[in-house]
């Protein structure tokens, strides 16, 4: 099984409501990311974490809260987005951030997050 | 980090070879050279991955020249169904951090 999925495919949410994205893959992997991408950009890198421990947060603003429950899931809760948060929010695993070579990672199809 | 630089776009017709060079004058000594690809709505989809020299896979070859500084992504053949965002990254041996998608060349393979 070499499949992330993500839940749900597609989200609309106001401004003051609270959602949360998730992210599962039961290949083993101890790595997962959370990546945002605008129409037409490339993905941008949210956070990492690795064996189950926040690694990076690459100065995300607070209303996006990532956890991981465990190794096969992770999380983001959303809470008070701007429409600008409007973006395709892809979950990535691989095996590892680091080792004696570059672990791929397997990306799941995203969430298509609306924001009004 | 070491940024990665790619065109922004190719044409190409059904049948032909398509070779999407990346740039890469900073990379690491322990980096390694990834290619993505990317349809409309989807998450990257991983390609080939390489550190140098050559590598071929089922669906592409990866050619690196001694200095590393660039590399090239080689679609034999290819079909309308490879019409997608490529993207190049350089990185990974020293975590995740460095693994940042550059802008992408977006292939389209014209009938």
């Known amino acids: 099984d070499t499949e992330v999925t993500q839940t749900p495919k597609h989200l609309v949410m106001g401004m003051t409501n609270k959602k949360s994205l998730k992210c599962e893959q039961h290949?083993?992997?101890?790595?997962m990311y959370w990546y945002k991408q605008k129409a037409k950009k490339p993905p941008e890198l949210m956070f990492v974490?690795?064996?189950?421990?926040?690694?990076i947060n690459e100065s995300v603003p607070s209303r996006f809260s990532p956890e991981c429950p465990n190794s096969s899931l992770l999380n983001l809760h959303l809470h008070a987005l701007q429409p600008e948060d409007s973006a395709l929010y892809l979950c990535?695993?691989?095996?590892?951030?680091?080792?004696?070579?570059?672990?791929?990672?397997?990306f799941g199809p995203g969430t298509r997050l609306t924001v009004l | 980090l070491a940024k990665t630089t790619q065109p922004i776009s190719m044409d190409s017709y059904e049948g032909q070879e398509v070779n999407i060079t990346c740039s890469h004058n900073?990379?690491?000594?322990?980096?390694?050279i990834t290619w993505y690809q990317q349809f409309p709505s989807q998450g990257p989809r991983f390609i080939i991955q390489?550190?140098?020299t050559k590598v071929t896979n089922e669906v592409a070859s990866l050619f690196i020249p001694a200095d590393r500084k660039s590399s090239t992504l080689s679609l034999p053949r290819v079909s309308l169904s490879d019409t997608a965002v490529y993207y190049c990254?350089?990185?990974?041996?020293?975590?995740?951090?460095?693994?940042?998608f550059g802008t992408g060349t977006r292939l389209t393979v014209i009938p």
């Open positions: 990535a695993s691989s095996l590892r951030t680091r080792g004696t070579s570059t672990d791929t990672q397997y």
């Open positions: 390489g550190y140098k």
């Open positions: 974490y690795s064996y189950e421990k926040l690694s």
């Open positions: 990254l350089v990185g990974g041996q020293t975590g995740a951090n460095n693994l940042f």
């Open positions: 290949m083993g992997h101890r790595a």
């Open positions: 900073n990379i690491a000594t322990n980096d390694y």
